[in-house]
């Protein structure tokens, strides 16, 4: 359930800030006020930085980012112990409330 919530954030996430970025001039200036206050967001941030893609495409396709310590992955942890190799700040649980 965790990997479709946080897939499914990120890709959200992503649209709004193509949307953001490249069709401004095509929104009403109150649908630019909400985007802008979305992506303002420190979870936002969090989930939109550059570890966060790596860990989307670790759930996406099935494999390890090369610049993983595959000994740090341990297959008994809830998502293989990959929360706190991707985003050190963060466990499992702190993680899933930033993404709810």
């Avoid at 941030?45 to 989307?56: D, E, G, T, Y």
């Avoid at 293989?80 to 499992?92: C, E, H, K, S, T």
Wanted: hydrophobic residues 45%.
């Amino acid at each position: 359930v965790f990997k479709i919530r946080f897939l499914t954030v990120y890709q959200i996430l992503g649209s709004l800030h193509m949307l953001h970025n490249e069709k401004r001039h095509d929104l009403t200036p109150r649908s630019v006020s909400f985007i802008d206050k979305i992506i303002g967001i420190p979870e936002t941030q969090l989930i939109m930085n550059r570890a966060a893609k790596a860990f989307r495409n670790t759930l996406m396709h099935y494999n390890l980012d090369s610049r993983i310590d595959v000994s740090r992955v341990d297959p008994g942890q809830p998502l293989f112990g990959l929360i706190p190799i991707y985003f050190p700040a963060y466990n499992v649980n702190t993680f899933a409330a930033a993404v709810d």
